[in-house]
T-cell receptor
Framework: DADVTQTPRNRITKTGKRIMLECSQTKGHDRMYWYRQDPGLGLRLIYYSFDVKDINKGEISDGYSVSRQAQAKFSLSLESAIPNQTALYFC??????????????FGEGSRLTVL | GQNIDQPTEMTATEGAIVQINCTYQTSGFNGLFWYQQHAGEAPTFLSYNVLDGLEEKGRFSSFLSRSKGYSYLLLKELQMKDSASYLCAADPAQFYNTDKLIFGTGTRLQVFP
């Protein structure tokens, strides 16, 4: 089983709908992230959380919100989805104590299509 | 501003050596990372450089020059399974690692028999 699990893996929705992408991890890491990946644009950081009480905006947070329900769970919401939010979304974790800074462990990705 | 540049695509032959370059301009610098991403899959960590020089790990090596804002990933004895995208990423933190990496757009490497 994957250490970082994302659900759903694929979702097609319509403009204006509320969508939640969920991420859970069994790695025991404190740090969790949400990225989106678009062709030609690379991975861009949406939100990140360094512990349960810490939520921070990334470079492209507009139109998104997050919730860190527990150390192991970090969900991403699109309150009112729009077509330019069509992308591949990745959740990732990292371990502050590992000594290997910046080693991100990614989930398998959630492909979202907004019609 | 923050910027990372790497070639969009490269091709190489099985058994050959390929070098993927990356240049970066960031407000601060706390390390340069390389990730591998096969089509339709998640990125996986390959290497990390924070000091100048070459880090070797099996068939893969990564080099960093902080003064030039330059890194490269060297892949030796290429195999078909090395066909993937290679993502260069930098931590722009000034004083301590933040793990808020800035990613380049990736270099898609195709290995031919």
């Amino acid at each position: 089983d994957a250490d970082v699990t994302q659900t759903p893996r694929n979702r097609i929705t319509k403009t204006g709908k509320r969508i939640m992408l969920e991420c859970s991890q069994t790695k025991g890491h404190d740090r969790m992230y949400w990225y989106r990946q678009d062709p030609g644009l690379g991975l861009r950081l949406i939100y990140y959380s360094f512990d349960v009480k810490d939520i921070n905006k990334g470079e492209i947070s507009d139109g998104y919100s997050v919730s860190r329900q527990a150390q192991a769970k970090f969900s991403l919401s699109l309150e009112s989805a729009i077509p330019n939010q069509t992308a591949l979304y990745f959740c990732a974790t990292s371990d502050l104590t590992s000594g290997r800074a910046g080693e991100l462990f990614f989930g398998e990705g959630s492909r979202l299509t907004v019609l | 501003g923050q910027n990372i540049d790497q070639p969009t695509e490269m091709t190489a032959t099985e058994g050959a050596i390929v070098q993927i370059n990356c240049t970066y301009q960031t407000s601060g610098f706390n390390g340069l990372f390389w990730y591998q991403q096969h089509a339709g899959e998640a990125p996986t960590f390959l290497s990390y450089n924070v000091l100048d020089g070459l880090e070797e790990k099996g068939r893969f090596s990564s080099f960093l020059s902080r003064s030039k804002g330059y890194s490269y990933l060297l892949l030796k004895e290429l195999q078909m399974k090395d066909s993937a995208s290679y993502l260069c990423a930098a931590d722009p933190a000034q004083f301590y690692n933040t793990d808020k990496l800035i990613f380049g757009t990736g270099t898609r490497l195709q290995v031919f028999p």
